[in-house]
């Protein structure tokens, strides 16, 4: 039965505005995701009836509060597969690569290696480069083929015996390109290398399961997730978090703290420094739950219909570049218009009620990689209808105009 994406669609309040006198478009979800109802009112309902901070309260408002506060991690470890131990909450998918990157980091030597792949997001590049500076280990770079997949035999070529990490996105935020995590992962395993996949992008499109994909860490972000932001998810397997020292120092990390001596708690508390985002923890659970109760498979062919029909529409237009057509790839189109700065394009679309996204989308060695500067981006969700997708190509098409 086809994904109803009208019925969806009720659920999203600010969907119903208007943009410059038209009905709101929006194509920016690999930005951020819009909000359901049910997760701002999982979110008012907290602040309204059952809020205090958590841990170690004595009083019924802390505990309750506490109880959604963890309730929130254990529906994020289910929803991954994963214990509610493995996993952390941080500010982001970025906090949680730098956390990674600044533990691992304590204990690499100079000349151990990286590998990274070309299309990754700064967040999965900046916090390694951190690391280059600092300790002098080596970047390493797995190349991407002209229509945007990872070119997995010289990825393979890149391992060896001093490659230490591996981190590479799981699905691409420019290309939409998903990367064959399984076995990529296996192999970074051969070489005795531990894994990081950056799940921002590819958690929202497809169900993850960390255990089958046996990575060591696994990030994503709340709010590309439906949920809100300032709250993201480190999943990290037992030992691996184990092995790892605090990231920030505060209440709530510590086991004793002397004059002389300091203990710290086991994880995940001990990423966990000062009173953490409990309110969009909450958010976040309401949003894992909201989206546990969909049919996420019918969710990813409605959004890859959408991804086709604008693509097939476009067919003939040779004014137009797109970047990554990898096969499987997920419903993100990343593109160029002949003679037009990006920029551009994304403002004249603003006029229709139309919100992509453009510029380097923190991927310039990506957008290096493809030989230019920026790129225009749609990326479509669940609430994206065919009218929508429809109403894109026409006005991109007028958009053209302009530049033609
Ligand atoms: N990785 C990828 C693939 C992303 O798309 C993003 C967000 N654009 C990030 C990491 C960073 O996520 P956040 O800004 O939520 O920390």
């Given at each position: 039965?086809?994904?109803?994406?009208?019925?969806?669609?009720?659920?999203?309040?600010?969907?119903?505005?208007?943009?410059?006198?038209?009905?709101?478009?929006?194509?920016?979800?690999?930005?951020?995701?819009?909000?359901?109802?049910?997760?701002?009112?999982?979110?008012?309902?907290?602040?309204?009836?059952?809020?205090?901070?958590?841990?170690?309260?004595?009083?019924?408002?802390?505990?309750?509060?506490?109880?959604?506060?963890?309730?929130?991690?254990?529906?994020?470890?289910?929803?991954?597969?994963?214990?509610?131990?493995?996993?952390?909450?941080?500010?982001?998918?970025?906090?949680?690569?730098?956390?990674?990157?600044?533990?691992?980091?304590?204990?690499?030597?100079?000349?151990?290696?990286?590998?990274?792949?070309e299309m990754?997001?700064?967040?999965?590049?900046?916090?390694?480069?951190?690391?280059?500076?600092?300790?002098?280990?080596?970047?390493?770079?797995?190349?991407?083929?002209?229509?945007?997949?990872?070119?997995?035999?010289?990825?393979?070529?890149?391992?060896?015996?001093?490659?230490?990490?591996?981190?590479?996105?799981?699905?691409?935020?420019v290309?939409?390109?998903?990367?064959?995590?399984?076995?990529?992962?296996?192999?970074?395993?051969?070489?005795?290398?531990?894994?990081?996949?950056?799940?921002?992008?590819?958690?929202?499109?497809?169900?993850?399961?960390?255990?089958?994909?046996?990575?060591?860490?696994?990030?994503?972000?709340?709010?590309?997730?439906?949920?809100?932001?300032?709250?993201?998810?480190?999943?990290?397997?037992?030992?691996?978090?184990?092995?790892?020292?605090?990231?920030?120092?505060?209440?709530?990390?510590?086991?004793?703290?002397?004059?002389?001596?300091?203990?710290?708690?086991?994880?995940?508390?001990?990423?966990?420094?000062?009173?953490?985002?409990?309110?969009?923890?909450?958010?976040?659970?309401?949003?894992?739950?909201?989206?546990?109760?969909?049919?996420?498979?019918?969710?990813?062919?409605?959004?890859?219909?959408?991804?086709?029909?604008?693509?097939?529409?476009?067919?003939?237009?040779?004014?137009?570049?797109?970047?990554?057509?990898?096969?499987?790839?997920?419903?993100?189109?990343?593109?160029?218009?002949?003679?037009?700065?990006?920029?551009?394009?994304?403002?004249?679309?603003?006029?229709?009620?139309?919100?992509?996204?453009?510029?380097?989308?923190?991927a310039?060695p990506l957008m290096?990689r493809?030989?230019?500067?920026?790129?225009?981006?749609?990326?479509?969700?669940?609430?994206?209808?065919?009218?929508?997708?429809?109403?894109?190509?026409?006005?991109?098409?007028?958009?053209?105009?302009?530049?033609?």
């Amino acid at each position: 039965m086809a994904f109803d994406a009208e019925a969806i669609r009720a659920e999203f309040p600010i969907l119903q505005r208007q943009v410059n006198g038209k009905p709101l478009v929006y194509l920016d979800s690999a930005a951020s995701a819009q909000k359901p109802r049910a997760v701002i009112e999982a979110m008012v309902h907290a602040m309204e009836h059952s809020y205090a901070n958590v841990h170690r309260g004595l009083h019924t408002l802390a505990n309750e509060t506490t109880d959604a506060y963890e309730g929130a991690r254990k529906k994020i470890a289910a929803f991954i597969g994963a214990e509610p131990n493995e996993v952390v909450f941080t500010k982001g998918g970025t906090e949680a690569i730098n956390l990674v990157a600044a533990g691992i980091g304590t204990y690499l030597q100079p000349g151990d290696e990286i590998v990274l792949s070309e299309m990754e997001h700064h967040a999965n590049i900046v916090p390694w480069h951190f690391l280059r500076e600092r300790k002098g280990v080596v970047l390493k770079w797995a190349p991407i083929t002209e229509d945007g997949a990872l070119d997995v035999e010289a990825f393979q070529r890149l391992l060896g015996p001093k490659t230490r990490v591996v981190a590479l996105s799981h699905m691409s935020n420019v290309l939409g390109t998903i990367n064959p995590a399984m076995e990529l992962t296996r192999m970074a395993h051969e070489a005795g290398a531990v894994v990081l996949l950056d799940g921002c992008q590819a958690i929202v499109h497809k169900p993850v399961d960390v255990k089958a994909l046996d990575v060591d860490f696994y990030v994503f972000s709340g709010h590309k997730l439906y949920g809100p932001t300032g709250i993201g998810a480190l999943y990290g397997k037992a030992e691996k978090l184990a092995a790892l020292p605090p990231y920030q120092g505060g209440g709530e990390m510590i086991g004793q703290v002397s004059m002389d001596e300091i203990t710290y708690a086991d994880p995940p508390h001990r990423f966990e420094a000062g009173t953490p985002a409990i309110l969009e923890a909450i958010g976040f659970g309401a949003a894992v739950d909201w989206l546990s109760g969909l049919d996420r498979i019918a969710i990813a062919e409605h959004e890859h219909r959408l991804y086709a029909r604008v693509r097939e529409r476009l067919q003939g237009a040779n004014w137009l570049r797109v970047l990554g057509e990898a096969e499987g790839k997920g419903a993100i189109l990343s593109f160029t218009v002949d003679g037009a700065h990006a920029h551009d394009v994304a403002q004249i679309l603003d006029r229709y009620g139309i919100a992509v996204r453009a510029g380097t989308h923190c991927a310039e060695p990506l957008m290096r990689r493809f030989g230019c500067t920026s790129s225009a981006r749609a990326s479509f969700a669940l609430y994206n209808t065919e009218q929508e997708a429809d109403a894109f190509v026409d006005a991109l098409t007028k958009t053209q105009a302009f530049f033609s």
